[in-house]
Structure formats: structure tokens, C-alpha cells
């Protein structure tokens, strides 16, 4: 008895804070709906890579059959290979990609012409707008051996036009340089507002005592920053595998696929194409479940070492 009271008055306070915030509440429905039925809800489907699924049968009538369709993606020829290639191009993308943004904020944080600054950081922010497709389509009129603007320059030196999308070894530095251009100046915003918020006194003490711009930007700005990096770092580090299969499979063909087939078009041919929605689904179960572990293990590490984290 004692014990009921103790809680219906420890329910009271909550009744009334939900009453008294209740516009709060109304503003994050319809974030919570969508991400319950767009994000949670389609979990169910996650049965499917333990079963043989049949259209006919639905996900509860097909029959179980445990862990027989990651035992064929593990055993596939095409496994290792899909590994491989996913694993470079997400640490290319990472090692040359993640670094320039910051680099870019911290240039254009010394530059002291308002115009140029802004007008840069426009130029630098246009190529994130621009759609997938259309994107693969400039490189590869860019990159051809014929008409391309690169094999020109080439030629001007007198060397051979290079095939770089037919070429295996070439892909993976088409994708993430053209990533690396697409995304740094958009990648750049978020440090470039934090540098804005840098005490302006410890500028000026830092001029009166005669430091350099290099050892402002190494004393002062780079130590603010920090934070920002290991968050943005960890997050980047727990979709390794992510790489998205659009970009990939529009700049594909027969004599790249060798060193272009990544865990995500895998999972799209196999999966859609041949209709093997089981097998398609134990491989994407597995990328989801890679990532999630390395972004614990990254959040892990980053809390013991420098005390900041996700999570």
C-alpha cells in the first residue's frame, strides 16, 4: 500500500511536466512517426536473411533456414572481393577525404576579404547540390580517353591518353577524388561555424605577444576544433562499409567491376535483380552489423582517449 502512494506521487510531477510541455511533445511526432515507420517498422523485415523468403509464402510462412544464407555470402566467390574494395574505397575516402574540409575551414577562417571568402565558399559548396547522376555524368565526360578535359591536359605533356574507368586499378581514385571535390566545401561549414565561436581576445593576446598565423591557427583554432573532429571522425568511422551503391554502379561497367563491386551493389544486383531477397538481405544485415560495431568500438576508444564521445 505504502508503496503505491510512494509511486502515484512520484507519477504526478511527470503527469503534469507532459501536460505542461505538451507543444513540445506535438513538435516531435512527427519526427518519432517517421522514423517508426520508416526506420523501425522495415526492421522486420531483417527475418528475411534467416529464411528461404518466398513471395507467395510471406516472411512468417517461409520456411527457416538459420544462418545458411550468411554461410553463402561468406563462402562466395564474390565475398572477399566486395570486402576488399568496400574496405578501400572507405579508407581512401576517410585518409583523403575527411582531413581537406578542415583544412579548407582553417584557410578560409584567415582570409580577411569578406567577398572572396563568401564567394569561395560558394564555389565550394555548389558541387554537393548537384545530383548523383548528373555528377557521374560530368566525370565521365571529364575522365574520357577521347574527349576528356584531364586526358587533354594529359596530352599536352605528350603522354597517353589513360582509360580511367576502364581501368581497374584507376577506379577507386575516380571515386573519391570526384567524392573528395563534391563534398569538401559542404564538409567545411560545420567547422567553419565553430571556428566562428573562437574568443576573439585570445586572437588578439596571441598578435600582441607576436605569434604567427601558423601558430595561431596551431595554438588557438586547431584545439577548438578537436572536439568537433573526434565526433565527426567516430561517425565516419561507423559507416566504413556504408558506401553507397549510386555512385558506385553509375560509374560501373564490365571491365572496372572487378574493382567496383562493393557490399551495396552487391546486395542491389543480387538482391533485386535476381530476386534472391534472402541471400540480399543476410548481406546487408552483415554491413549493418560491421558498422555498428566498429562505430561502438571507435566511440569506445575515443572516450578513453580524449574523454569525448557519442555516446
Not at 518466398?54 to 553463402?72: E, T
Not at 566525370?139 to 587533354?152: A, E
Not at 595561431?216 to 577548438?224: A, E, S, T
Request: glycine letters at 6%; hydrophobic letters at 50%.
Amino acid at each position: 500500500m505504502a508503496q503505491t502512494k510512494r509511486r502515484e506521487r512520484e507519477a504526478a510531477p511527470r503527469k503534469k511536466s507532459v501536460l505542461r510541455n505538451w507543444r513540445l511533445y506535438v513538435m516531435c511526432a512527427p519526427a518519432v512517426i517517421f522514423f517508426t515507420l520508416f526506420a523501425y517498422k522495415p526492421m522486420y523485415g531483417i527475418l528475411i536473411a534467416f529464411k528461404n523468403f518466398s513471395m507467395r509464402k510471406g516472411i512468417l510462412g517461409s520456411p527457416w533456414v538459420g544462418f545458411q544464407n550468411f554461410a553463402r555470402l561468406f563462402t562466395s566467390y564474390w565475398f572477399p572481393v566486395i570486402l576488399k574494395n568496400t574496405l578501400t574505397l572507405s579508407l581512401l575516402s576517410l585518409v583523403l577525404g575527411f582531413p581537406i574540409p578542415i583544412v579548407l575551414a582553417l584557410l578560409l577562417n584567415e582570409v580577411k576579404s569578406n567577398r572572396f571568402r563568401k564567394t569561395f565558399q560558394t564555389i565550394s559548396y555548389a558541387p554537393h547540390f548537384i545530383s548523383v547522376v548528373v555528377l557521374c555524368g560530368m566525370v565521365t565526360l571529364f575522365v574520357s580517353p577521347t574527349s576528356g578535359i584531364i586526358n587533354k591536359f594529359i596530352a599536352m605533356t605528350g603522354a597517353e591518353p589513360v582509360a580511367f574507368l576502364q581501368e581497374p586499378a584507376m577506379f577507386k581514385w575516380v571515386y573519391v577524388l570526384s567524392g573528395v571535390w563534391q563534398e569538401m566545401g559542404w564538409g567545411s561549414i560545420i567547422y567553419f561555424a565553430t571556428l566562428s565561436g573562437v574568443d576573439k581576445s585570445l586572437i588578439e593576446a596571441a598578435e600582441m605577444d607576436g605569434a604567427s598565423r601558423l601558430q595561431k591557427i596551431w595554438y588557438i583554432n586547431l584545439p577548438v576544433l578537436v572536439p568537433t573532429i573526434i565526433v565527426l571522425l567516430i561517425l565516419n568511422c561507423g559507416s566504413l562499409l556504408g558506401v553507397g551503391y549510386e555512385k558506385v554502379y553509375l560509374l560501373q561497367n564490365a571491365t572496372n567491376v572487378s574493382a567496383s563491386e562493393v557490399i551495396s551493389t552487391y546486395v542491389y544486383k543480387v538482391g533485386l535483380e535476381q530476386s534472391d531477397f534472402s541471400f540480399g538481405t543476410a548481406a546487408g544485415l552483415f554491413n549493418s552489423v560491421v558498422n555498428s560495431a566498429i562505430l561502438i568500438v571507435a566511440n569506445a576508444i575515443s572516450r578513453r582517449a580524449t574523454r569525448t564521445s557519442l555516446f
